[in-house]
């Protein structure tokens, strides 16, 4: 938008400063003026971005993006909501709503160590900063991937020649394992995860760790959904990919099968003339396991991994648990810098200090150089999966950055930032501007022959400089897994025929990730190529506010049955939508039609209240269904 004088044709009076006594100079107290009671005194200096779309200066004003758009056409300058707009234009309609503004001022630049603002993973980064005489060659960090059952922990079991698939509930790993093992002499650091989401969630925090991924293919079975998932997460992080093909020892194993499955989705072995390096093993009977370690090692010595030991300990946090002995503790691995026990850390807003580390075995270690995981206790609250972790001068002053930034968080969250663009309508402006040049999409369908005319007709959109890329493709209901990995590469999630699970849909609304549902190809297929073509028309997004579970269905004369219920969490208005699930399917979605408290109208019931509820057009209610309200907004 181009820049116009702040000082507007139609000025208003600027608010007045507020006055230390709490009344105006007239005498009146503040906040109030004869005959009328005003509304609690809005802010009258907001900092405000050199650049800031129409939405987030409606969010920064506290006021209507209408309101705002209006504003914005008095003045001459026609924008939609998410149009970006200059300092000097916002103020302008700052101005006009009674605000008085001054720039936000960009925070300064931090040191590298504290930032690692490059491109690539954190071990990238750390190489990036330091001088290559202080690099040492570091251990290998693999990550073991594949569907469940087929395997994957079995096979750690047999490379660290120690059973832990016994004590694991119902044979299934439950949590994120770190274990590191010793080859030749030469160590190798293993993660052991219950699904690729937490390998997926780790990218999406931009704390990729993993330097191969492992996948693990049942022999006797084949590829399964989750094993599809697994391969285009590995993908989309870039990670090298090698096959472990286990249980050769079954008579029912068919490997050229596994290997033609593979090959169809262009994950083509070597002896097949692709570069995929495929290894038969059967981890109970503890064949082919040497093989498998030497080709890890192979792979991984070629990319020459290093690592300084003497610097200023930095690296992730593996998973973090609550113990009722320990307290918090953190399984982490150290990417840069040794860890010693006495050392200050800080986590985001979490600090502490190690006062013991234990090895995967559950040793006591004093020290923990690049690429070794341990358990460490003494922080002050457990942290996240993917959480980047760093060594500080001492504890007191952990505690004090962990302060600061958990005041940055919470003044991050009253003052909003520019959402992440991952929504359909902001594709074209993003292309144009050479911000991107390829749409991410995350695809499921009903059913492969839905799914394969809706493929070939996307690969067949866009040009040389604008591509449409599917990271994934699968089948059946949107789960949390496609939400994560489309957080974590910018993409958008389009179903057709489908569904999305509840998990889903919460984690889509934080990610900011947009979903797409389509009943029909040919209208998947336009939308999309209008988004390439910046043409796409406004649509509405459906903005959950709440749920309730039917406990107790009542029968009024006149009216039909009515829903006793309670607010599970966030609220129901009066001019809510509403959808009627039972076991996670859609059976109707309508207009809330009646709000009741005991036997009075109510315009709104929130969280841990009783309630009773109508909905226009449907009576079929059954104890345990959810109701989920939702308002629709426009997103373009």
Not at 80 to 88: E, R
Not at 269 to 292: T, Y
Not at 369 to 391: T, Y
Not at 517 to 542: C, Q, S, T
Request: with cysteine.
């Amino acid at each position: 938008m181009g820049r116009r004088d702040s000082r507007s044709s139609r000025s208003r009076p600027q608010p007045s400063a507020p006055n230390p006594g709490g009344s105006t100079s007239t005498g009146t107290p503040a906040g109030q003026r004869a005959g009328a009671t005003s509304p609690p005194p809005l802010p009258t200096a907001i900092e405000l971005p050199e650049v800031m779309s129409v939405r987030d200066l409606a969010r920064a004003l506290r006021a209507n993006p209408i309101d705002v758009i209006k504003e914005l056409m008095a003045n001459g300058i026609v924008a939609s909501i998410n149009q970006t707009i200059d300092y000097d234009t916002a103020e302008i309609v700052a101005g006009e709503l009674g605000f008085q503004t001054r720039p936000l001022e960009a925070a300064a630049p931090e040191e590298p160590e504290d930032t690692f603002e490059v491109s690539g993973t954190l071990w990238d980064k750390l190489i990036k900063h330091e001088p290559p005489e202080s690099l040492r060659p570091r251990p290998p960090v693999v990550t073991v991937l594949g569907h469940v059952d087929h395997g994957k922990t079995t096979l750690l079991d047999a490379i660290r020649q120690a059973n832990v698939v016994s004590g694991e509930y119902g044979g299934i790993t439950q949590h994120i394992g770190a274990y590191q093992v010793e080859r030749d002499g030469r160590k190798i650091t293993y993660l052991d995860t219950p699904g690729h989401e937490a390998f997926t969630a780790m990218r999406a925090r931009g704390a990729q760790v993993t330097d191969l991924a492992v996948l693990v293919v049942a022999a006797d079975d084949g590829l399964m959904p989750q094993t599809r998932e697994a391969i285009d997460h590995a993908r989309a992080a870039d990670v090298p990919i090698l096959v472990a093909l286990n249980k050769m020892d079954r008579p029912t194993a068919q490997p050229d099968r596994i290997k033609q499955q593979l090959a169809d989705i262009n994950l083509t072995v070597e002896e097949w003339g692709g570069d995929v390096i495929c290894v038969q093993v059967s981890a109970l009977q503890n064949q082919g396991i040497d093989e498998l370690l030497e080709s890890i090692l192979v792979l991984t010595e070629l990319a020459e991994l290093r690592s300084n030991p003497d610097r200023p300990v930095v690296g992730t946090v593996i998973e973090g648990q609550l113990d009722r002995q320990r307290g918090p503790t953190a399984t982490l691995l150290v990417q840069g810098g040794t860890l010693r026990v006495g050392d200050a850390l800080l986590v985001g807003a979490i600090s502490g200090r190690v006062r013991a580390m234990l090895d995967y075995r559950g040793n006591p270690v004093s020290e923990a150089p690049p690429a070794m995981p341990v358990l460490v206790m003494g922080l002050s609250e457990v942290p996240k999966a993917g959480d980047i972790f760093r060594q500080v001068e001492s504890e007191r002053e952990a505690r004090a950055l962990a302060e600061d930034a958990a005041e940055r968080q919470r003044l991050a969250i009253e003052r909003p930032s520019a959402p992440v663009i991952v929504s359909l309508e902001d594709i074209f402006s993003h292309l144009q501007a050479g911000e991107v040049q390829e749409l991410n999409l995350v695809l499921k369908a009903d059913v492969q022959g839905s799914m394969e005319p809706i493929v070939n007709s996307l690969e067949r959109l866009g040009n040389e400089d604008q591509e449409v890329r599917i990271l994934h493709q699968g089948i059946g209901r949107i789960t949390e897994s496609d939400i994560m990995l489309a957080s974590a590469s910018n993409a958008i999630v389009i179903g057709f025929h489908v569904d999305v699970d509840e998990a889903a849909r919460r984690t889509a609304s934080q990610e900011r990730v947009d979903i797409r549902l389509y009943n029909i190809i040919y209208k998947l297929i336009e939308d999309v190529d209008k988004a390439l073509r910046g043409m796409l028309e406004p649509v509405y997004e459906k903005v959950v506010s709440g749920h309730a579970e039917v406990r107790e269905v009542f029968r009024i004369k006149r009216r039909g049955n009515v829903a006793g219920s309670y607010m599970t969490d966030g609220v129901a208005a009066r001019n809510s939508w509403v959808r009627v699930l039972r076991n996670g399917e859609e059976l109707f979605d309508g207009q809330l039609d009646s709000l009741k408290r005991f036997q009075e109208d109510v315009p709104e019931v929130r969280s841990g209240f009783e309630c009773g509820i109508g909905v226009s057009g449907f009576d079929d209610f059954e104890a345990g269904d959810i109701l989920e309200f939702y308002r629709e907004e426009r997103v373009g």
